[in-house]
């Protein structure tokens, strides 16, 4: 559940900046022949993108020590996982 939270929020914070971002009468930066248009900033754009990828690697990460901790331990309860595994 802890995964799943974290995921939604990301989507959450990514989804927030795309709303505040968004803006009509924008036009993406590719190169045409028409002159004097307004053009969307891609800096912002590309570090939502980077956020996305980050996000989507550290869920990837958490999920593979959800794994190995489900392999090691009866349990998933990190309350008894703490107990097992903390030096009397």
């Excluded at 009468?25 to 990828?53: K, M």
């Excluded at 869920?59 to 090691?72: G, I, P, T």
Aim: proline fraction near 6%; glycine fraction near 4%.
């Amino acid at each position: 559940m802890k995964i799943v939270s974290m995921d939604v929020m990301s989507t959450g914070v990514i989804a927030y900046y795309v709303a505040i971002a968004s803006r009509k009468g924008l036009f993406t930066p590719i190169f045409s022949g028409v002159e004097n248009r307004t053009y969307a900033d891609p800096v912002p754009q590309a570090v939502i993108l980077t956020a996305i990828v980050i996000g989507f690697s550290i869920q990837a990460l958490m999920l593979v020590c959800v794994m190995k901790l489900a392999r090691d331990n009866p349990t998933l309860e990190s309350n008894e996982i703490e107990k097992n595994n903390t030096p009397s």
